[in-house]
């Protein structure tokens, strides 16, 4: 595998290597939050941080993304030095709010791997639930 510039990589670059990290371990992860903005919104909107709804603990995803060098700094946050986002892991199922779980969404490809996302639609409504709440 080639070596990713961390320090110089998109938002979506990242997404899609994180996903591909995870999947390829087995663990189920879908992007939400913020960084679905920026993606959608091609970079009009910029998030800080990817968080990440998962079928597994920390503690399982945390040896797969220190081979790519991002470092736990919290019970959920990771970070790379080198790397202006940080990624942040929250337990399945995915959910707006009160709402009943999402079960499905959108799938996006990149040079670096596949994102499973929530749909414009669904981002829409997660950054509403954010603001009310």
Do not use: W
């Amino acid at each position: 595998m080639k070596q990713i510039d961390l320090k110089n990589i998109s938002i979506e670059d990242l997404a899609g290597l994180i996903s591909r990290t995870l999947r390829k371990n087995g663990i189920k992860a879908v992007l939400v939050g913020g960084a679905c903005v920026t993606i959608y919104s091609h970079n009009e909107y910029m998030s800080g941080d990817l968080d990440y709804v998962v079928s597994n603990p920390v503690k399982e995803i945390k040896p797969f993304l220190e081979k790519i060098d991002f470092l736990q700094e919290g019970p959920n946050r990771f970070v790379n030095t080198e790397c202006e986002f940080y990624l942040e892991f929250l337990p399945y199922p995915v959910s707006l709010g009160e709402s009943s779980p999402i079960e499905n969404f959108n799938e996006m490809q990149n040079q670096n791997g596949t994102i499973t996302l929530l749909s414009p639609t669904d981002c829409v409504k997660d950054r509403l639930a954010v603001y009310y709440h």
